[in-house]
């Protein structure tokens, strides 16, 4: 297990190329999930100190918190509500360039100015969603759902 991480420097995909492996690193061999899930957004926050960065897990018919790094935030979250919400329900990445632009935006903490959210879907069904929050408008693009999306995938979820 890795126990330093390498902050790195550099454009938004030199950052993710560095810190991805890292995180591979620190999560494999290790079969519990909140643990993994709570080292994933450690390290993505040591890495891109985002305002908010955490996962919600779906629990029968919401979504509830799960492991975070940030300010505290909206415990359950039902289908097809606010971003995270919906993307569960649509079963797709959402990115919000302005959450204020976003019909029916939670608003856990009103520093957020944007946001990307990923569902994690496992034998095509959501299991759960990847949030992220920037106290900056227009921080996330298409370079972070790819990356995102990629670190996603090697998660086991059990």
């Avoid at 897990?57 to 799960?66: N, S």
């Avoid at 969603?129 to 990629?150: C, G, K, P, W």
Wanted: hydrophobic fraction near 45%; glycine fraction near 6%; proline fraction near 4%.
């Amino acid at each position: 297990m890795a126990e330093d991480l390498f902050i790195t420097l550099g454009t938004k995909s030199e950052k993710y190329k560095a810190i991805i492996p890292q995180i591979r690193a620190l999560i494999e061999g290790e079969d519990d999930i909140t643990a993994n899930l709570a080292n994933i957004t450690a390290a993505l926050k040591e890495q891109f100190n985002w305002l908010w960065i955490g996962f919600y897990l779906v629990r029968k018919d919401e979504l509830v918190l799960g492991p975070f790094q940030g300010p505290v935030a909206c415990t359950r979250i039902r289908k097809g509500r606010g971003v995270c919400g919906t993307s569960w329900e649509k079963a797709k990445t959402i990115i919000v360039p302005d959450v204020e632009a976003f019909p029916g935006h939670i608003a856990c903490s009103s520093a957020s100015k944007s946001e990307i959210v990923i569902p994690i879907i496992r034998e095509n069904v959501v299991v759960g969603v990847l949030d992220v929050d920037s106290s900056e408008l227009n921080q996330f693009d298409e370079a972070d759902q790819y990356f995102l999306e990629q670190l996603l995938e090697s998660v086991q979820f059990k």
